[in-house]
C-alpha cells in the first residue's frame, strides 16, 4: 500500500534553513505528481510546492525564492529545501500524493521557526 513518510522537521530561529524529506513506496513514485502541504496552527491546511515527473515545479507566492522542491527517483524520495524561514513558516508540514480521486497524506513533520 501507499506509504509516505517524512522527516527533517524541528526547531530553527529566523533566517535559518531546514531540508524535509518524504520516503515514499507502495507506487512508481518516478511518474507521481509529489506535492508539499503545510498547517500552521490554528489554520487550514495549504499548499506549498509541487512537482512533476520531469522536475517541472510551482511554488505558492509566499515561499517563491526560498523554497525549493526536488525528487530523487532513485531513492523514491520527495524533499523540500527551506531556507530564510520565518516565524510565519511555523506549521507542520505533508507530503501528498493524489492517484485519481485518492488521497495519500504521510504522519508530517512539524517545523517551529522561533528566536
Known amino acids: 500500500q501507499v506509504q509516505l513518510v517524512e522527516s527533517g522537521g524541528g526547531l530553527v530561529q529566523p533566517g535559518g534553513s531546514l531540508r524535509l524529506s518524504c520516503s515514499a513506496s507502495?507506487?512508481?513514485?518516478?511518474?507521481?505528481?509529489m506535492k508539499w502541504y503545510r498547517q500552521p496552527p490554528g489554520k487550514e491546511r495549504e499548499l506549498v510546492a509541487g512537482i512533476d515527473r520531469f522536475g517541472n515545479t510551482n511554488y505558492v507566492d509566499s515561499v517563491k525564492g526560498r523554497f525549493t522542491i526536488s525528487r530523487e527517483n532513485a531513492k523514491s524520495t520527495l524533499y523540500l529545501q527551506m531556507n530564510n524561514l520565518q516565524p510565519e513558516d511555523t506549521a507542520v508540514y505533508y507530503c501528498?500524493?493524489?492517484?485519481?480521486?485518492?488521497?495519500?497524506w504521510g504522519q508530517g513533520t512539524l517545523v517551529t521557526v522561533s528566536s
Open positions: 501528498n500524493l493524489r492517484i485519481v480521486t485518492s488521497e495519500f
Open positions: 507502495g507506487f512508481i513514485f518516478s511518474t507521481a505528481y
